[in-house]
């Protein structure tokens, strides 16, 4: 690669113009490619206010979410969607939850943790999301069987 060469006030702007496109590029990929909250994956949070820590889990799938256990019980947005998954993961954070990792890292729960076993209904939801279902298809099939 051939040293960069700046003779001028015109030559930085076209360097300037060059790096931001190619910042701007990489990100619209590592946005679509890698995100950091990955669709179907459930990631654990804790809140640190009782003993033993609140476990929180949080899945998200199309443009949906689903919170399992934490201080305010398991949960959906209601009808009609409500907030985007991005939102609420800001919301988590807000109250006080903090990344499992982050917990184990600065030595707030023990390295061995392990994420509470979820309820019947939880595991049932959790499965249907992996499976790629959408949580309505979901709840129709469950309300059937019954």
Known sequence: MEPLEIKNDDDYKVYLAEKAK???DWNK?????DPIIKPRVIYWFVHLS???PTALGFIRYDNNWRVIGGRTGS???GHGGGRAWWNKIVEIISSGYIPIEEA???H???PDWSPPPLSNLDASIVREIQKSRSFRQFLLS?????
């Open 104 to 106: 184990v890292m600065t």
């Open 142 to 146: 469950f309300c059937s069987r019954r």
């Open 22 to 24: 190619k910042e701007a």
């Open 75 to 77: 949960h959906s947005p």
């Open 50 to 52: 009782t003993e033993p």
């Open 108 to 110: 707030k729960v023990p």
């Open 29 to 33: 990929r590592r946005i679509h490619h």
